[in-house]
Every structure is written in structure tokens, then in C-alpha cells.
């Protein structure tokens, strides 16, 4: 593969890979794991409460994890529309993103 085809490669490979990604991908499993703990709490009979409070958590983490992803979204690949498809294929990905805000 020449180095020309090489770049292209890359740059398709990579297109959906933003440097938020690992971050967010922590978050995610932090909420798993803690999904998983309140499974555990349901289980033992905990208190109502405690369950809601600990689901409210994992709400919340889950939130802020989409809200990361959006924020990347918009600054990689909407805010770089002139580079590559185009204005109105970054409008078209907005609209098609901004159903999940």
C-alpha cells in the first residue's frame, strides 16, 4: 500500500474514532459495573431509597457520557463539514443526532 493510499486508510478507519472515545468508553463501564451493583441491591432487599438514589447515579453518569459524545460529535465532525462531505451532510448529521439531546 502506497503512502497516499496508506492516509486514506487511516483517515476512513478513523473517521468515527474521536479522542473522547476512550473516556466515554470508561464512563460507560463505570455505570455498568454500578448497574450492575444496584441489580445486587435489588437482590438483597436494600431499601427503595437507596436503590432509587443509586439508579438516579447511573442515570446521571449515563447522561453525562452521551452529553460527551455529542459535544465530540459536534466539535469533530460537524465543526469540520467543509473538509469533508459538506455542509448539508453535516446538517443532516445534526438533525440526526439531536433526536437523542
Not at 68 to 73: G, I, K, M, T, Y
Amino acid at each position: 500500500m502506497d503512502e497516499v493510499a496508506s492516509a486514506a486508510y487511516i483517515a476512513r478507519m478513523s473517521h468515527y474514532a474521536h479522542s473522547s472515545h476512550p473516556e466515554i468508553v470508561k464512563r460507560l463501564n463505570r455505570a455498568a459495573g454500578h448497574l450492575r451493583s444496584i441489580v445486587t441491591m435489588i437482590e438483597d432487599e436494600r431499601p427503595c431509597v437507596d436503590i432509587a438514589q443509586q439508579l438516579h447515579a447511573v442515570e446521571n453518569a449515563i447522561a453525562s457520557a452521551k452529553r460527551a459524545l455529542v459535544n465530540d460529535h459536534i466539535d469533530h465532525c460537524l465543526l469540520h463539514a467543509e473538509e469533508g462531505e459538506g455542509p448539508k451532510h453535516a446538517i443532516d448529521e445534526f438533525r440526526a443526532i439531536s433526536k437523542y439531546l
